[in-house]
């Protein structure tokens, strides 16, 4: 077997339909690439696994009863794989036809290769930022923080986003965005699996670092695009996301520099998110757009008891 792609899925089914359709449809234009399609859906309560009973009779289904995470689902979804490379690709994609092959004939031709990455787009057809470096102590506290919102050009998200390397050139990375990572597997067997102690975010990016710690080099190529809606899994728990997210940040400071700067990190993070709850009840409380002034104070509150 050539290729085994893994799709993680929770309650996103129209979306599921629609990626795994354009999975079958580049199948058919590579009929030379063997490839198996593997779902592993976290407990959906919308019927996705009946769907793809249904529909995709084809595709291999592995129903959890239990939210396995970004994390679990790959790991288990590797464990059934046959392919000598996994694709890890999220259901809110859709596969452009020549982008399996592309990215495969990619591998097959840089043995030093670990892991590729496609050019990732917007629905509209706009590049989607998808190359990282690997994160410093600056862009811990810079990225996707208060600090980032008031000064989003600084120096350390310019670094961290590798605003320096113009995203339609192949070249090398430190990471790659989850949505979409073809790995070869004798990278996956060296690097191991994923950390299922991130559950959902910095989980790539902690892999990413350990295969590099191994020897591999991690590409990214825009010749072979896919499209991602991205996030319409999380963007159905507001606060969960957002507690998820700083939780894995705090585990990946932890780990990769040590419990003094996850202190400090996480006293920053407490007293941001708490200048951001004093902001909205203010604004709750002369009036201003209540409903979604008492939505964020609810969000806010959540996070804060979390940290």
Same mark, same amino acid.
């Given at each position: ?10 309650n996103?089914? /129209? ?26 859906? +976290?407990?959906?309560?919308? /019927? ?12 291999? *289904?592995?129903? +959890?009863?239990?939210? @396995? ?21 999220? =259901? ?5 036809? /020549?982008?399996?092959a592309?990215?495969?004939? &990619?591998?097959?031709?840089? =043995?030093?290769? #670990?892991?590729?990455?496609?050019q *990732?787009?917007w ?10 470096? &690997? ?12 600090? #980032?919102?008031?000064? =989003? ?22 990471? @790659?965005?989850?949505?979409? $990572? @073809? $790995? ?7 690097? #191991? =699996? $994923? ?11 902690d ?10 080099? $991690? ?14 899994? +999380? ?9 998820? &997210?700083?939780?894995?940040? *705090? ?10 700067w ?8 407490r ?5 951001q ?13 209540r ?6 104070? +609810? ?9």
């Amino acid at each position: 077997m050539d290729l085994s792609v893994i799709i993680v899925n929770w309650n996103v089914k /129209d979306l599921l339909r629609a990626c795994l359709q354009s999975l079958l449809d580049a199948c058919q234009s590579t009929p030379n690439l063997t490839t198996e399609i593997i779902v592993v859906d +976290s407990a959906s309560a919308d /019927d996705s696994p009946q769907m793809v009973r249904d529909e995709f009779p084809q595709v291999r *289904l592995i129903a +959890s009863e239990q939210n @396995l995470g970004y994390a679990g689902g790959n790991n288990t979804g590797v464990e059934a794989a046959q392919g000598r490379y996994l694709f890890l690709l999220n =259901p809110d994609t859709v596969v452009k036809p /020549d982008a399996l092959a592309k990215l495969v004939d &990619f591998m097959d031709a840089h =043995p030093s290769a #670990g892991a590729v990455g496609p050019q *990732l787009l917007w629905p509209n057809g706009d590049i989607q930022s998808s190359r990282r470096r &690997f994160p410093t102590l600056g862009s811990l506290f810079w990225e996707s923080t208060l600090l #980032g919102q008031w000064f =989003p050009h600084n120096r350390h998200i310019r670094r961290y986003h590798m605003a320096d390397c113009p995203p339609d050139r192949p070249q090398q990375a430190n990471w @790659l965005v989850g949505a979409a $990572i @073809l $790995i070869r597997r004798e990278t996956w067997l060296q690097a #191991g =699996p $994923i950390d299922e102690t991130f559950f959902m975010y910095f989980e790539e990016t902690d892999w990413f670092r350990r295969s590099a710690e191994a020897g591999w080099e $991690i590409h990214y190529l825009p010749a072979a695009q896919i499209t991602h809606y991205e996030g319409k899994s +999380s963007e159905q728990v507001v606060a969960a996301r957002t507690i998820r &997210f700083q939780r894995s940040k *705090l585990r990946y400071t932890r780990k990769h520099f040590g419990s003094g700067w996850t202190a400090a990190l996480r006293l920053f993070l407490r007293a941001t998110f708490a200048f951001q709850w004093l902001e909205e009840t203010v604004k709750w409380l002369i009036g201003h757009r209540r409903a979604l002034r008492r939505e964020r104070m +609810s969000v806010y509150s959540q996070v804060l008891r979390e940290l």
